[in-house]
């Protein structure tokens, strides 16, 4: 029973450890994102996340400017510590009401499974932050 109280211990401190590097590489990450737009104004970030209990969760970070249009796009997707963030370049100059359009149609597609690709889903949720925090700030700034 001791032992298996040990392995139990060790297995949550490696688990901490592992979160506390992939909070530090996602933290870095966005920073490097942030310092290519830092000063310029009408540029917002806005970050998506979607996890899984089983199979790959994903992470996408966009930068958007105040006309909707995503200017820079990084994804992370996978299971493991060692998944990296990488550019997606098919999504820059895109509207983000088409990155919505385009997971409402896949959604269509596949009518008997739930869940799409966890990429999708993560790039959706900033997509839908960005039109409501922008939404948002232009309501406020023309009453």
Request: hydrophobic share 40%.
């Amino acid at each position: 029973m001791e032992k298996l109280a040990i392995v139990l211990c060790i297995i949550l401190i490696v688990q901490y450890g592992l979160s506390f590097i992939q909070i530090k590489y996602y933290r870095k990450s966005m920073d490097s994102l942030i310092d290519d737009y830092r000063g310029k104004q009408g540029y917002h970030l806005f970050s998506g996340m979607e996890r899984r209990k089983v199979g790959p969760g994903a992470i996408a970070l966009i930068i958007v400017d105040e006309s909707y249009i995503i200017q820079k796009c990084h994804v992370l997707g996978g299971v493991s510590i060692l998944s990296k963030f990488k550019e997606v370049p098919s999504y820059e100059g895109k509207h983000v009401g088409a990155v919505l359009d385009e997971h409402h149609m896949m959604k269509q597609k596949l009518k008997k499974r739930k869940k799409g690709p966890a990429v999708m889903h993560a790039l959706s949720m900033a997509a839908e932050q960005a039109l409501v925090s922008i939404s948002k700030k232009i309501i406020t700034n023309v009453n």
